[in-house]
């Protein structure tokens, strides 16, 4: 076994060699649903019992769970599975807080439609923002979160997508004039429940850190390595990332397609919606 990891309802192993697998045992086994081999991996369903069955296996089992060495049932690398092992990868453990935090403003707009809670007072304040938060620091989480699976510094990742929220940063976006850093040109972008831009960034800083520690001397390694990273990470990200949002919506041509066809637009944008979420352009 190369790798086990986890989503929400699915162990997902990375087998040396999936013929070793026994299904029909394993689907004996209490709690199995279903054995399913897909996208390279060994995935058995266990359904909302997975968490606690995956914290049994790595508690009595020595088993990898390096992103880098993921491989396909030929043992050859397949960009296609890491890129999908690294989305899911990092937004299991967000699930969660996702679902938590989706439910409880479902619950609000239900109280508020009875005028069963005053939408004016404290109460509801204190409540929706806890309904808003994981969405609003979104970024943050999925900073942290994306991290984790790289085997980098989370709270570095954190910190990257930190600095784009960070009232300084986000200020700018008021501003009228051209703006530069260190003499490039500056396409400010709002990063707000952004996820595309923080997955390429985190996906560019794990060699990044990874490289710095092998250049950076012991000794100076706890305060150089992240100083250097945000350093590198943040103005890549604002310059580069940021702004690929920013062309990607100019170049989807809303205003052409209402005037070609109303009805065709709402069927082709809410057809490609999901996809527009996860590439920061909604």
């Known amino acids: 076994m190369s790798s086990l990891e986890h ?5 997902r192993f990375v087998l040396k060699d999936t013929d070793q697998a026994d299904n029909s045992k394993i689907n004996e086994l209490p709690k199995v649903l279903q054995v399913v081999e897909q996208g390279g991996k060994f995935q058995i369903v266990i359904s909302n019992d997975v968490a606690n069955v995956y914290d049994a296996i790595v ?14 049932e030929s043992g050859k690398r397949n960009i296609i599975n890491i890129i999908f092992s690294y989305i899911s990868g990092t937004f299991s453990p967000l699930l969660p807080a996702l679902a938590g935090s989706v439910m409880l403003k479902a619950l609000l707009e239900i109280l508020k439609s009875l ?3 005053n939408d004016k007072g404290a109460t509801f304040a204190i409540l929706n923002a806890t309904s808003n938060a994981v969405f609003y620091f979104l970024p943050i989480f999925i900073g942290m979160s994306a991290s984790k699976k790289l085997n980098v510094n989370p709270y570095i990742g954190g910190v990257i997508a930190a600095s784009l929220l960070e009232p ?14 260190i003499g490039l040109s500056l396409v400010v972008t709002d990063f707000a429940s952004t996820v595309f831009s923080l997955l390429i960034a985190i996906a560019i800083y794990a060699p990044l850190e990874r490289l710095l520690k092998r250049w950076v001397p012991k000794v100076l390694q706890l305060f150089l390595v992240p100083m250097l990273s945000l350093i590198i990470m943040v103005p890549l990200t604002v310059l580069v990332f940021g702004p690929f949002s920013e ?4 170049g989807i041509g809303i205003d052409y397609m209402l005037g070609f066809s109303r009805i065709l637009t709402g ?16």
């Open 247 to 250: 062309y990607v919506s100019s």
């Open 115 to 117: 005028n069963w809670i």
């Open 59 to 72: 508690k009595n089992y020595s088993i990898g769970q390096t992103f880098a060495k993921e491989e396909n």
């Open 7 to 11: 989503c929400a309802t699915r162990l």
């Open 168 to 181: 300084s940063f986000t200020n700018l976006l008021k501003s009228e004039e051209n703006l530069t850093f």
């Open 267 to 282: 069927v082709i944008i809410a057809s490609f919606w999901p996809f527009l979420v996860v590439l920061g352009v909604h």
